[in-house]
């Protein structure tokens, strides 16, 4: 495939991928059991060093990213228990994720680090101080994974309520709380406010710090902001959710946008929308919008290879783990249903219409069960397996850029390392061979979003991104730089 095709049907310049690799401070992660493959190394997610040999790994094959998720309670839907959860590992236990990143920043250079962390449970003033900690640390190589959260059990454990607040009125406090955190990185403290005048004995110019004195409907924070500014300013902006409220916040504040569904068809449009909103509603130019798509390939040398290698996979995989992932997902507890029952047949709307979406690109005539759901999830999560030689997954990767229009790729893991091993041996040859990735960074030693956008000195948000409004420049008097509301 020489050419990549836009919705005109005009051929268009080949995108240099973005990649990640997906994980999360737990074992398995979207390939629940896969811990008992006696070649998986994830259960050893608790060692520093795990993640250190991670992090020099994939900095060696030139990934942009490592894409750490995060939940803050467990899967208990399915049969309302955890027990099928714990029985099977299923992101649990699962530990917090940005206490390792300066570790793995310690043993690299360019690798930049993408952090899930909840905007509903942690006041703002706090988590700026936490992640202006760790861009300051990694020189500049942090992102942030902006979230809501969505289990109930995070809810009924740190809020002590039963559920979650409601959806939208998660989105509008996140809409809120953003803007508290633009104006504790960007707004209290100028750029050149740290001056070391040994000679006068001035540490900071008190002339360039200030309050926000931020008054909302859900926060009241005065500040000024207790670190220094950070190489980035703002962590390079990540967000994953398809909504129609989480597609309004993407539009106005994502840099990134993570998608995670089983066929490029699904969320073509959601991806269209975002971008369009950006630029109708924001200002924004909605291609640079990057949209990151969940791919768990697995990789033989021939076809055979790997499907051998799907087939081994599968004996050890969790169907009640991958259950209880879909029923945390979804809120639906499919264990409700028979075993021979057709889902898309169900009385519940929800299950059906869910159902419908997984099914939507299976052979005619297949029956989908609660165990064909676990079969679908089990392996990949709620993203798409892409299974062959190393041409026949590119080919699959470049459908996802022609038909979804999308940037690049968050890679999940079967095995752990083995899985990104056989990324780098197998995939990226084949990836630079067709141009679609590249040889070295962009900015080797730069920032997250320098590498990001492939642009020496781009270490802030772009001039068109609202956080850049918030951006206290040097020399700048207070006076001129009024805080935006």
């Known amino acids: 495939m020489s050419n990549q095709t836009g919705e005109s049907g005009q051929t268009r310049p080949k995108k240099k991928l973005i990649i990640n690799a997906f994980v999360e401070m737990c074992s398995g992660h979207q390939s629940p059991g896969l811990w008992r493959h006696p070649s998986d190394q994830s259960h050893n997610f608790t060692s520093v060093q795990h993640w250190v040999e991670l992090a020099k790994l994939l900095e060696s094959a030139k990934f942009h990213g490592i894409f750490i998720a995060d939940v803050l309670g467990g899967y208990d839907v399915y049969r309302n228990s955890l027990t099928p959860a714990i029985v099977s590992g299923a992101q649990w236990p699962v530990n917090e994720p940005l206490s390792v990143v300066p570790a793995m920043a310690a043993a690299t250079k360019s690798l930049g680090f993408g952090v899930t962390v909840s905007t509903s449970y942690e006041a703002p003033y706090h988590l700026h101080r936490r992640l202006a900690t760790v861009d300051h640390l990694t020189n500049g190589r942090l992102g942030w994974n902006i979230v809501t959260s969505y289990l109930d059990s995070a809810a009924r454990n740190i809020a002590g309520r039963e559920k979650q607040v409601a959806h939208d009125e998660r989105y509008e406090q996140a809409e809120e709380y953003l803007r508290v955190m633009y104006k504790l990185f960007a707004s209290s403290w100028r750029d050149d406010a740290v001056v070391l005048d040994r000679e006068k004995g001035v540490y900071t110019d008190p002339e360039a710090v200030r309050q926000i004195n931020h008054e909302g409907k859900f926060f009241s924070v005065p500040g000024p902001a207790i670190v220094q500014?950070?190489?980035?300013?703002?962590?390079?902006?990540?967000?994953?959710?398809?909504?129609?409220?989480?597609?309004?916040?993407?539009?106005?504040?994502?840099?990134?946008?993570?998608?995670?569904?089983?066929?490029?068809?699904?969320?073509?449009?959601?991806?269209?929308?975002?971008?369009?909103?950006?630029?109708?509603?924001?200002?924004?130019?909605?291609?640079?919008?990057?949209?990151?798509?969940?791919?768990?390939?697995?990789?033989?040398?021939?076809?055979?290879?790997?499907?051998?290698?799907?087939?081994?996979?599968?004996?050890?995989?969790?169907?009640?783990?991958?259950?209880?992932?879909?029923?945390?997902?979804?809120?639906?507890?499919?264990?409700?249903?028979?075993?021979?029952?057709?889902?898309?047949?169900?009385?519940?709307?929800?299950?059906?219409?869910?159902?419908?979406?997984?099914?939507?690109?299976?052979?005619?005539?297949?029956?989908?069960?609660?165990?064909?759901?676990?079969?679908?999830?089990?392996?990949?999560?709620?993203?798409?397996?892409?299974?062959?030689?190393?041409?026949?997954?590119?080919?699959?990767?470049?459908?996802?850029?022609?038909?979804?229009?999308?940037?690049?790729?968050?890679?999940?893991?079967?095995?752990?390392?083995?899985?990104?091993?056989?990324?780098?041996?197998?995939?990226?040859?084949?990836?630079?061979?067709?141009?679609?990735?590249?040889?070295?960074?962009?900015?080797?030693g730069g920032t997250y979003r320098e590498n990001f956008y492939g642009a020496q000195g781009q270490k802030y948000p772009l001039e068109e991104h609202i956080a850049s409004k918030y951006q206290w420049k040097a020399g700048v008097p207070s006076e001129e730089h009024k805080i935006p509301e």
């Open 229 to 444: 500014p950070t190489p980035q300013r703002v962590p390079l902006l990540l967000q994953a959710g398809t909504s129609k409220a989480g597609k309004l916040f993407a539009a106005q504040h994502a840099e990134a946008v993570f998608v995670s569904s089983h066929a490029p068809q699904v969320c073509a449009k959601n991806i269209a929308e975002v971008r369009q909103l950006a630029r109708e509603k924001f200002g924004r130019d909605g291609n640079k919008i990057k949209v990151l798509s969940l791919v768990t390939p697995i990789l033989g040398r021939t076809e055979e290879e790997a499907k051998e290698k799907l087939a081994d996979y599968r004996k050890y995989a969790s169907t009640e783990g991958a259950l209880a992932l879909f029923g945390g997902w979804t809120g639906m507890d499919l264990s409700k249903y028979g075993d021979d029952e057709e889902l898309r047949e169900v009385e519940s709307n929800a299950v059906r219409s869910t159902v419908d979406a997984y099914a939507r690109f299976s052979p005619p005539g297949s029956k989908w069960t609660k165990h064909t759901v676990a079969e679908h999830v089990s392996i990949g999560g709620n993203g798409p397996i892409i299974v062959g030689t190393p041409k026949q997954v590119a080919d699959g990767l470049e459908a996802w850029i022609n038909e979804a229009d999308v940037d690049g790729f968050n890679f999940g893991y079967a095995l752990f390392p083995g899985s990104f091993q056989d990324i780098i041996d197998l995939l990226l040859p084949e990836l630079r061979k067709r141009g679609l990735f590249w040889d070295d960074y962009a900015v080797p």
